[in-house]
T-cell receptor, first 113, second 115 residues
């Protein structure tokens, strides 16, 4: 069935270092890959997304890369700050017919000052 | 635009009772999704609805759970005869277009505790 695997489950970095979170997906028809950030007790919020017609997208300190052949995509955060600490979820379209998003298991990022 | 509104934010029920969770999508949005999040776990898809129609309920348990999105009023997720394993945060999300062409906006969630 439709599946999105996300690694690592936890990630601890020093302030100013980079953080990389990786995801793989199973549905080759997936064409939309968003990333969400969820702070403790809060709603998930979209931080960046990428569509299958591009291989990379950047927005200030965050970037996402997509490899459709290998069916994996990654989130890169540079110059991390303590306020980047949160749970990050990747997602992919689970079915091109209904368009539901299938989420990865989440990565808890801790940025140490 | 008030965003996606969910209520109640917190709900406590005893085993065997019913839980009703409500979601008002963003103004102009006709696509509603319900997700369940267990403590320290990811978001599990439950059901996708458009006005008066269930599009995809493949993630929703066949028994005790139901969802609706009537022509007028909020979307309702209903859990009958709740059990302790139903304790979770239930998030509603909406989009104005199919999600692969439009952003999915989440509500703040409804946290259900079953005693």
């Amino acid at each position: 069935g439709e599946n999105v695997e996300q690694h690592p489950s936890t990630l601890s970095v020093q302030e100013g270092d980079s953080a990389v979170i990786k995801c793989t997906y199973s549905d080759s028809a997936s064409n939309y890959f968003p990333w969400y950030k969820q702070e403790l007790g809060k709603r998930p919020q979209l931080i960046i997304d990428i569509r299958s017609n591009v291989g990379e997208k950047k927005d200030q300190r965050i970037a996402v890369t997509l490899n459709k052949t290998a069916k994996h995509f990654s989130l890169h955060i540079t110059e991390t700050q303590p306020e980047d600490s949160a749970v990050y979820f990747c997602a992919a379209i689970g079915s091109s017919n209904t368009g539901k998003l299938i989420f990865g298991q989440g990565t808890t990022l801790q940025v140490k000052p | 635009n008030a965003g996606v509104m969910q209520n109640p934010r917190h709900l406590v029920r005893r085993r065997g009772q019913e839980a009703r969770l409500r979601c008002s999508p963003m103004k102009g949005h006709s696509h509603v999704y319900w997700y369940r999040q267990l403590p320290e776990e990811g978001l599990k898809f439950m059901v996708y609805l458009q006005k008066e129609n269930i599009i995809d309920e493949s993630g929703m348990p066949k028994e005790r759970f139901s969802a609706e999105f009537p022509k007028e009023g909020p979307s309702i997720l209903r859990i009958q005869q709740v059990v302790r394993g139903d304790s979770a945060a239930y998030f509603c999300a909406s989009s104005g277009l199919a999600v692969n062409t439009g952003e999915l906006f989440f509500g703040e969630g409804s946290r259900l505790t079953v005693l």
